[in-house]
């Protein structure tokens, strides 16, 4: 029993490749669209994280450090269910706003402490607020980041109104987009079952970055959408 659960820890902590998540799917063959979420975990991301799996959807995850260290388990549940995550800095501060070395510690603590939570090194980065720089990216490349932003914002944080929300999902869902919402957000989380059960009506395969950019992607330094 015991050199068994010292194997299931080991293999607990085996980082996850992100381009292996949905490696079936082909987003050049198929309607794909990538839906994301900032700023967790938080209270209301497992009934998210329950909607998804219902659905055999996956999503993208950026991850606040300070958050991760609240809910580690939470993360590791949306790694084990085989959601991609990213990096979402410490403390959600606007990153040209400081000085180098404090972007350097945003980033670098929120590796850290993501990597002990889940076991997965994040290849992913989005600057909180989208405010970004040449600056913030060149210290993304330094940690082996890509940067990845979205081709459209629900501002979900202000409609707050489950009914808005799914409009605008469905007004901004596109073919190869990238969809930015927060699983922070109570309404987002109760509008989600409807939204997931219309884009799939509409034909969309609901998938994680890496597996929208097929194998083209992340790369370190690299800023997307």
């Not at 063959?29 to 497992?46: I, N, S, Y």
């Not at 989208?130 to 490349?141: C, E, I, N, Q």
């Not at 219309?198 to 194998?215: A, D, S």
Request: hydrophobic share 40%; with cysteine; net charge positive.
């Amino acid at each position: 029993m015991v050199i068994q659960a010292l194997l299931a820890a080991s293999l607990a902590l085996t980082p996850i490749p992100a381009t292996t998540v949905q490696a079936k799917i082909d987003c050049s063959r198929v309607k794909c669209l990538a839906l994301t979420f900032d700023d967790g975990p938080g209270a209301t991301t497992p009934a998210l994280l329950k909607t998804l799996k219902r659905a055999g959807a996956k999503a993208t995850f950026f991850l606040v450090g300070k958050r991760v260290e609240q809910r580690p388990e939470i993360a590791a549940q949306a790694v084990a269910e085989g959601h991609a995550i990213g990096n979402h800095t410490y403390s959600h501060a606007s990153l040209p706003t400081l000085l180098e070395d404090e972007i350097v510690e945003e980033i670098r603590t929120t590796q850290e402490i993501i990597q002990q939570a889940t076991g997965q090194q994040p290849t992913m980065f989005r600057p909180p607020y989208g405010h970004t720089s040449d600056r913030v990216l060149a210290v993304a490349d330094q940690n082996e980041l890509a940067q990845v932003l979205w081709t459209g914002t629900t501002l979900d944080w202000q409609l707050r109104d489950a009914k808005k929300i799914k409009a605008a999902v469905l007004r901004l869902a596109k073919r190869d987009g990238v969809i930015l919402m927060h699983d922070t957000v109570p309404a987002t989380v109760k509008a989600m079952p409807a939204i997931v059960k219309e884009l799939k009506k509409r034909g969309y395969h609901l998938v994680t970055v890496p597996t929208l950019l097929g194998g083209k992607g992340p790369k370190p330094g690299v800023s997307y959408f």
